[in-house]
Nanobody, 113 residues
């Protein structure tokens, strides 16, 4: 089973930036579409962004223009660059492959003054 480890979260003020990393246990980015997801307190997990094995990217409307998903297949790592962060972005962020059933612990992002 492929495992993922998320990192890079933290506390940031509104308007700030963070870059999240997702390290995979194997070389899978050429096979599967990958995505970032988040779960805010009291809410269900939601999809945020994805990147296909061909490199096409897609974003949730509310993060378009602010977030950028990318990958480095040689390092088995995926990234989420988050700029102009808002309090509404506060959540635990997870990475996974499309249709993946195994979730890691995620990384906490808190946007607050």
């Amino acid at each position: 089973q492929v495992q993922f480890v998320e990192s890079g979260g933290g506390l940031v003020q509104p308007g700030g930036s963070l870059r999240l990393s997702c390290a995979a246990s194997g070389s899978i980015f050429s096979i599967y579409a990958m995505g970032w997801y988040r779960q805010a307190p009291g809410k269900q997990r939601e999809w945020v962004a994805s990147i296909t094995n061909g490199g096409s990217t897609y974003y949730k409307d509310s993060v378009k223009g602010r977030f950028t998903i990318s990958r480095d297949s040689a390092k088995n790592t995926m990234y989420l660059q988050m700029n102009s962060l808002k309090p509404e972005d506060t959540a635990v962020y997870y990475c996974n492959r499309d249709g993946g059933a195994i979730w890691g612990q995620g990384t906490q992002v808190t946007v607050s003054s």
